[in-house]
């Protein structure tokens, strides 16, 4: 792992975003690990550091608005788009599908890069891509804070992210013996 890598994991650890114990997670696995990067998002700190590690990757991608899906991706979203100098709009869920709501539009053509905190296997980030679409925006790529799936997730358009790891998922009636003993935790999306 190099320094920058290091830092960005320190940078979780410090403010309590990566937990340890036995989690289920939104796409109904179970881990030993979880991300709460609603924890690092408190430290508004924190929040620019990681943005600015982030904007280099960023570089070759052309857009015009950052988009986050609701509730993770809200904080890192904004913070892109204030440090890029971009439009910032979000999709929230509703009857548990992302929609735009709030009077919020895209313009045909306008570019969109999609801002998301954690991603395990995309299906956020695919609806709010299909979002885009639909409203006749062209996504300009995927930046994310944590890749779960270890660059597994595959989007139509670039994506980057600050930290690529995998954690091991498990099915319910799959679990290892050290993690189904642990008290199970919904921490939440």
């Known amino acids: 792992m190099d320094s920058q890598q290091q830092e960005i994991l320190d940078i979780f650890t410090r403010t309590r975003a990566l937990l340890r114990g036995h989690f289920v997670l939104r796409s109904g696995l179970h881990s030993g690990h979880f991300f709460q990067c609603a924890q690092v998002c408190q430290n508004m700190a924190a929040v620019t550091r990681l943005t600015e590690l982030l904007l280099p990757k960023l570089a070759g991608l052309k857009f015009e608005t950052v988009l986050a ?11 892109v788009a204030r440090q890029t100098n971009s439009r910032y709009i979000f999709v929230e869920k509703e009857n548990n599908a992302l929609v735009m709501r709030r009077g919020f539009k895209i ?15 995309g299906g956020r980030v695919v609806e709010a891509l299909n979002i885009v679409k639909a409203c006749g925006g062209t ?14 997730a595959k989007f139509e358009v670039p994506a980057v992210s600050l ?25 939440g999306s």
């Open 107 to 121: 313009a045909p053509g306008e570019r969109v890069l999609v801002v998301e905190d954690v991603v395990t296997r």
């Open 69 to 79: 899906p609701a509730m993770g991706g809200l904080v890192i979203g904004q913070e």
């Open 163 to 187: 930290l690529e790891l995998s954690f091991p998922t498990w099915p319910a009636d799959q679990l290892p013996p050290e993690i189904a003993k642990l008290p199970v935790e919904k921490p």
């Open 139 to 152: 996504p300009a790529g995927v930046a994310m804070l944590v890749d779960r799936s270890a660059g597994a």
